[in-house]
């Protein structure tokens, strides 16, 4: 139910935009986030969007660099990146809540895109 797709190959300090597409049913009343998981490394939160937009949450790590926003009437939900480090590296997944709010842990998440892998070289 959600494709994301927008990953690639990026030196350090470029910018990527992810997007996460769902089908099949709407998205407004879903909370969303995007994770990341590194190779040998336990997948992480990185930010997070209530179902309004109203809200968001990040990490630590991506602060000041990274956006979420969304457009429910396309149902896409978004990961402005810019500024990547090599530490960006991974594929990223999106995510669809149980909740019309935000989390970040990923019990509270119940439908989850493939993956887009994206590349940051140093």
């Known amino acids: 139910q959600l494709q994301a797709c927008g990953g690639g190959l990026v030196q350090a300090g470029g910018s990527l935009r992810l997007s996460c597409a769902a089908s099949?049913?709407?998205?407004?009343?879903?909370?969303m986030g995007w994770f990341r998981q590194a190779p040998g490394a336990e997948r992480e939160f990185v930010a997070a969007?209530?179902?309004?937009?109203?809200?968001?949450r990040y990490t630590d790590a991506v602060k000041g660099r990274f956006t979420i926003s969304r457009d429910n009437a396309k149902n896409t939900v978004y990961l402005q990146m810019n500024s990547l480090k090599p530490e960006d590296t991974a594929v990223y997944h999106c995510?669809?809540?149980?909740?019309?709010?935000?989390?970040?842990?990923?019990?509270?998440?119940?439908?989850w895109g493939q993956g887009t892998q994206v590349t940051v070289s140093s």
């Open positions: 969007i209530s179902w309004s937009g109203g809200s968001t």
């Open positions: 099949g049913s709407t998205l407004s009343s879903s909370g």
């Open positions: 995510a669809a809540s149980y909740l019309s709010g935000i989390s970040s842990g990923t019990p509270a998440y119940r439908y």
